[in-house]
Each structure stands twice: as structure tokens, then as C-alpha cells.
């Protein structure tokens, strides 16, 4: 055999051995994510036996549907409705430090929407006006008729629709750096609802369904607990089942689906004039969306709103828990 022979045979060696290499590499990754879909499959039917009604009280909707919500009492007259951001695992836990930082403030009800925590699957779409006819029905039957409505992330759009339809019940709006319809148009990709439904989409399958979300909430799940320092160890027991057991469910997908619909139904829409808004933003959100802040000035009609931005994270909740009360706190006063 030449050399010239040689030479030809031995890159097509190279290829069979890299080849067999990639082949061991992508069966061991199979593997692997078998092994976390059933194991993430096992655990998530214990998970569910020990957050069954941990907490709350349900209202059934018109449709059947029972929707969780947990009444904290206190001093305070006024009375806030807590609405979390798109995909949270358990309002009640994830809000447990803020409603006891502002307990002088508020007595409050925390909801979790259809498809939310404990609540069920939604069977109705979810556009705008579904989600806060059922919000609109809780209240009724808990006959609360005056309330100030505080909104983390998406909540925020459906409580700007929520205003315009009952602005004799609203008494105000704190957005916890809310989203709102115009974000739409700014440059940014991810600002775009039809690439964020996209995205979902592809982690649904990669990161849900495989229980790879599971162990990165396994991981993770002491650093989450520490933003919420009022949580007993009964209720971190129960917190980490739900975090590790929650998924992008067919309801949280219907949500993120009719995104772009729903903000089109608000894109026209500002506050009512009879209700004061607070905006808390994160400066984070001011870096990445230069138009953050304006798109929510643009927004208040009311001579007592206020649009402020402080330093932190988009959960303000978590990463600046105190200067976020001491905002509310000082607005609630003015």
C-alpha cells in the first residue's frame, strides 16, 4: 500500500472513530434525559400528595373551574388583590414576604388564576376578558367591591383591562415592573409576543416535560427560598414540591399563545382617570428596553400616579424586597 493510499484511509478512520464518539455521546444523553422524565414523572406524584390543598380556599367559576385564593387579614383597611407574573409555580408562597411587609398597609387576596398554583386548568380561552370575568367573579362572591389591584409582570396588562371594565371598584394599580401593551413595539426580540410564545414552545418538551426543569429547581430551590425569608420550613417543604412539579401546562401555553391578542385588545387602552397607579420598574428593564419607563408614563391619567424605577431585577419582589414596600408604603401615604 502507497502512501498516497494511506493518507486517504486515514481521515475516513478519524471520521468512523468521531463518528462513534458522537453516537455514544447522543445514546448517554438519551439516556440521561429517560432516566430524568421518569424519575421527574415518579417524584411529581408525591409532589402533588403534599401540596393537595396545602393552602387557600377555592372559588368555582361559571365554567366549573376551582380557582385558589388565600385571604390575609390584618389591621389595615384597604384591601390589595395580588396578581403574579406569567408562569408562577405558587402565588401564595412567592408573595408570603411582600403582603407581610406591607400587612399596615393592606389586608390582602392572593389569587391564582386558572392554570396558576393550586387553582385548576382553564377550559375557556385565555384571553383578557375570560381571565377577569373570573377574576371579577372571585371578588364578587367574597363581596369585595373596592380594592387596589398589585401586579407583577403580565398580571399588569389584565389589570389595565380589568380597570377600564370596573373603574367603581378599582381604588388603584401598583405595578410590580408590569408588563404593558406597547412593549410590543420595542426592538428587542424576546419583546415580541409571538417569540416569546415561540420560545416556550421549544422549552416546553426540552425543559419540562424531559425533568430537567426539576433539577434545576432542585438546585436552585435553596437560593429561591432565601428571597422569601418569611416561609416556615413546613412551608419550603411544600413550596420546593410545587416548584419542582410545576410545568408550562396547556393553560399557561393558551396564555402565552393569545399573548399578542390580548395585548392588541389593550394597546389603545390607558387608566381610567378615577384611579392612581404606581409603577415600580426595574432598572434592569430600563437597560435592556430604553422605552420601559415611558411606555408606562404614557399610561396614568391620575394626578396622584407615580412611575419610579429602582435598582433591581425584573421580581423586584425578590431582589429588592425592601425599597419595593417602602415605594408602595410611601405612595399608599402620600
Not at 429517560?34 to 424519575?39: K, M, Q, T
Not at 436552585?220 to 418569611?230: C, G, H, L, M, V
Amino acid at each position: 500500500m502507497n502512501k498516497s493510499e494511506n493518507a486517504v484511509k486515514k481521515p475516513h478512520k478519524v471520521g468512523r472513530i468521531i463518528g462513534r464518539i458522537l453516537g455514544i455521546l447522543i445514546l448517554i444523553l438519551a439516556v440521561l434525559i429517560a432516566v430524568l422524565s421518569i424519575r421527574h414523572h415518579i417524584l411529581s406524584k408525591r409532589d402533588r400528595e403534599i401540596y393537595a390543598d396545602a393552602y387557600g380556599e377555592y372559588y368555582t367559576t361559571e365554567q366549573g373551574r376551582k380557582m385558589n385564593y388565600t385571604r390575609i387579614e390584618s389591621d389595615a383597611k384597604d384591601v390589595a388583590v395580588i396578581l403574579p407574573g406569567y408562569g408562577c409555580p405558587t402565588v401564595r408562597y412567592e408573595f408570603d414576604a411582600f403582603v407581610k411587609g406591607l400587612s399596615n398597609q393592606y389586608q390582602f387576596i392572593i389569587v391564582e388564576p386558572l392554570g396558576y398554583g393550586l387553582s385548576d386548568g382553564a377550559v375557556s380561552e385565555r384571553n383578557v376578558t375570560n381571565y377577569c370575568e373570573e377574576l371579577h367573579g372571585l371578588l364578587t362572591s367574597l363581596q369585595c367591591d373596592k380594592y387596589t389591584l398589585i401586579a407583577h409582570s403580565l398580571g399588569g396588562l389584565y389589570s389595565l383591562y380589568y380597570a377600564n371594565q370596573y373603574p367603581d371598584e378599582v381604588q388603584g394599580f401598583i405595578g410590580i415592573d408590569a408588563s404593558v401593551p406597547h412593549q410590543c413595539d420595542a426592538d428587542q426580540w424576546i419583546a415580541k409576543p409571538e417569540h416569546t410564545y415561540l420560545l416556550y414552545k421549544i422549552m416546553r418538551p426540552l425543559l419540562y416535560g424531559s425533568g430537567i426543569n426539576r433539577l434545576l429547581s432542585e438546585l436552585s430551590f435553596e437560593q429561591t427560598a432565601a428571597q422569601i425569608p418569611t416561609l416556615s420550613e413546613d412551608d419550603k417543604r411544600i413550596a420546593k414540591a410545587i416548584y419542582c412539579a410545576a410545568g408550562i401546562n396547556d393553560t399557561l401555553m393558551d396564555e402565552m399563545r393569545m399573548l399578542a391578542d390580548n395585548m392588541c385588545e389593550c394597546y389603545d387602552m390607558k387608566f381610567p382617570e378615577s384611579v392612581p397607579v404606581l409603577y415600580v420598574l426595574a432598572k434592569d428593564n430600563t437597560v435592556t428596553i430604553p422605552e420601559w419607563e415611558q411606555y408606562h408614563k404614557n399610561l396614568v391619567t391620575h394626578p396622584d400616579s407615580r412611575v419610579t424605577v429602582i435598582e433591581g431585577a425584573h421580581y423586584l419582589h425578590f431582589t429588592s424586597l425592601q425599597r419595593l414596600t417602602d415605594e408602595i408604603t410611601d405612595w399608599h401615604n402620600q
